[in-house]
């Protein structure tokens, strides 16, 4: 994650998310001077988007988001994204997360007002339910 992110992030703090394992990197005077250019071709992402876009693009990593400008801007650069149901698919998948767990997750974040996609929501539930 960038640090220009992390450094930002007020729940959970940066603190948090390094003691969760959270790798920070600092953007190269390259990858900077993209996130200027994507400024100007993509107006209405943030900041912190446009830094992670620029790091995911660089170093040809999978972007991680539920923002659509953001994921609609990683289509035009062809740039994977994925999603916080995928995530939760593949570490419940990958044994690094109990279903229990994933199903309170899951509903932490739509209590919280997430928006996530209804019916993927409720096909996880049935399915981690069993």
């Excluded at 994925?82 to 279903?99: A, F, N, P, R, Y």
């Excluded at 767990?101 to 069993?130: T, Y």
Aim: hydrophobic letters at 45%; aromatic letters at 6%; glycine letters at 6%.
């Amino acid at each position: 994650m960038p640090d220009a992110i992390a450094s930002e992030c007020e729940s959970p703090t940066q603190e948090d998310l390094l003691n969760a394992g959270a790798n920070l990197v600092s953007l190269t005077p390259e990858q900077v001077a993209l996130v200027a250019d994507f400024a100007v071709k993509y107006p209405g992402a943030s900041t912190a988007d446009l830094f992670a876009l620029s790091y995911a693009k660089a170093e040809q990593h999978t972007l991680l988001t539920g923002d659509k400008k953001l994921r609609t801007a990683a289509k035009k650069e062809n740039i994977a994204t994925h999603g916080v149901l995928w995530m939760l698919d593949e570490m419940v998948s990958g044994g690094l997360l109990q279903k229990v767990d994933a199903i309170a997750a899951l509903e932490a974040m739509r209590g919280s007002g997430a928006w996530l996609p209804e019916d993927e929501c409720e096909k996880r539930l049935k399915e981690w339910n069993k």
